[in-house]
């Protein structure tokens, strides 16, 4: 009987070890930050980022890099996310470990809120001054008032260096350069211990004495009088002119110090330039459209008609940030991030040029672990099966075109 306890106990020993050990080096990457966990249909449906360009993906402390690319503005947005009339182009990162020196959309700086229009397609710059060392995964992304954060593609970028180094240096209008990182904070530390300590000083006056049971017994039995003294009173009135008298000064040499300041600068934006897209020579139309649960990949059926003069073929389809390229047709330069980016991801039935003036009804798999990954495939649990996304067709001189495609999305079961 003993031996068997014993050998049980051992072996709940040794299992636990196991288990310890096992969560000691099981440490887990978050390669996405909250996008996978948002409705794959609104992924979809609401703003496609593309040619997108990470100018760097490792920098060292206060130096700069940027994020640039383009996003259309989906013109069949879901009705659950408020239309995008108060927008704000933000930065996915973990915290300020990039700090914005800048973020422009159509050539225009934009610190406040902005003004986008459905079925718009805009051109938009970041720039990113490296922080906190690290690896990050920046994403960009759009704030949207009633709507929530659009989180666009992330990219793994390293910072290098000690963040002791960092400065933020700025030179206002009055002519003095200041850094950002610490302006101000002795000031902002110095007063609000000095108010602190006013406010300290003025309990410990009273807590010196005695402070419950005798003055409740003062008080019950009507003496209430008693217990604050003509000192007390003088001192009650030296921390009140005191206060008053130190608010005058602070505010007064404040303002001698600090002769110019301006308020708060805020506003919406509107009037933001949206990109002239070329009128598009080719007519998409999608027959049907469906996506096999549980699995990788989503098939649609695609007539395509060439209204141009030059012969096409059809080199990616972009949906909720996953591109799947055709590797006959297209080759990803811009090192876009490895788990959305299918190479090889997109497969057509024909895709021979299509002539000038020829239409041609296609089978198009879009197939990638991404589509699991990224949990398209979690369209099932959606109010609205419908998709959308972007194709990208080359004419033979590499010419590129945009058609937006948009249909329902019906599940096929094994
Ligand atoms: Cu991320």
């Not at 406040?112 to 720039?127: H, I, M, P």
């Not at 996953?322 to 980016?341: H, I």
């Amino acid at each position: 009987m003993k031996t068997i306890k014993d050998k049980v106990a051992k072996l709940s020993f040794v299992a636990l070890l196991m288990a310890l050990t096992s969560a000691m080096f099981y440490t887990p990457t978050a390669s996405a930050h909250g996008e996978k966990s948002q409705a794959a249909f609104m992924r979809m449906r609401t703003i496609h980022w593309f040619d997108l360009d990470w100018s760097k993906d490792e920098v060292a402390v206060n130096d700069t890099m940027t994020i640039s690319g383009k996003f259309h503005v989906f013109a069949g947005w879901p009705e659950t996310v408020d239309k995008p009339e108060v927008s704000f182009l933000n930065i996915g990162i973990p915290g300020p470990v990039f700090i914005r020196a800048g973020s422009w959309i159509g050539g225009q700086l934009v610190p406040r809120s902005v003004s986008l229009e459905l079925g718009d397609t805009y051109e938009f710059k970041v720039l990113l001054k490296a922080r906190r060392p690290g690896d990050w995964h920046v994403h960009t992304m759009m704030n949207v008032e009633g709507g929530g954060p659009i989180i666009g593609p992330g990219k793994w970028v390293t910072i290098t260096g000690s963040m002791g180094e960092f400065v933020n240096p700025l030179t206002t209008l009055t002519g003095q350069t200041i850094d950002l990182e610490d302006y101000a904070l002795d000031n902002v530390y110095f007063w609000h211990a000095l108010w602190y300590s006013i406010g300290l000083a003025w309990l410990i006056f009273w807590i010196k004495r005695p402070m419950f049971i005798p003055r409740h017994i003062a008080v019950t039995s009507g003496k209430a009088d008693t217990l604050i003294s003509a000192t007390d009173k003088k001192v009650a009135i030296g921390f009140a002119v005191g206060t008053l008298a130190l608010l005058m000064y602070g505010m007064g040499s404040t303002n001698e110090k600090y002769p110019i300041t301006t308020p708060l600068q805020a506003g919406l934006m509107r009037g933001i330039k949206p990109i002239e897209m070329p009128e598009t020579s080719v007519a998409v139309k999608v027959e049907d459209a469906t996506y096999r649960v549980p699995g990788r990949a989503m098939q649609m059926t695609l007539t395509i008609t060439n209204n141009g003069d030059s012969a096409i073929r059809l080199g990616e389809f972009n949906t909720a940030s996953v591109r799947f390229l055709d590797a006959d047709v297209l080759e990803d330069e811009s090192g876009y991030p490895d788990d959305l980016l299918a190479e090889e991801g997109l497969t057509v039935s024909d895709n021979s040029p299509i002539a000038p003036g020829e239409s041609r009804t296609v089978e198009v798999t879009a197939s990638d672990a991404a589509w699991e990954v990224y949990r398209l495939a979690d369209l099932i649990y959606d109010p609205d099966s419908r998709f959308a996304g972007l194709l990208f067709f080359f004419d033979e001189d590499g010419n590129r075109q945009m058609v937006m495609v948009d249909a329902p999305l019906i599940p096929s079961f094994i």
